[in-house]
C-alpha cells in the first residue's frame, strides 16, 4: 500500500489543536474591506473551528495531521 498523500493547499490552512479539532481562519478579510464595518473586520481576526459537517473529508485529505 504506497503512502496517502496530503493536501498541501489544505495542510497549509488548517491545524489540529491539541484536542485534535481543526482550527481555521475566517474569510472575507483579504479585499473589499471598505464597506465592512469595523466591528465585522475584528471578528474575522480571529481563527475558529471547523465546522463538524465538514470534519470527515478534511480528515480525509489530510491524513498525517
Known sequence: ????????AA???F???GT???KRFK???RHI???KSPK???NLRHATITDASNVKNMK?????L
Open 1 to 8: 500500500m504506497p503512502k496517502m498523500k496530503t493536501s498541501r
Open 11 to 13: 495542510a497549509k490552512r
Open 15 to 17: 491545524k489540529v489543536t
Open 20 to 22: 485534535g479539532k481543526l
Open 27 to 29: 474569510a472575507y478579510k
Open 33 to 35: 474591506l471598505t464597506k
Open 40 to 42: 465585522t473586520k475584528r
Open 60 to 64: 480525509k485529505i489530510l491524513p498525517y
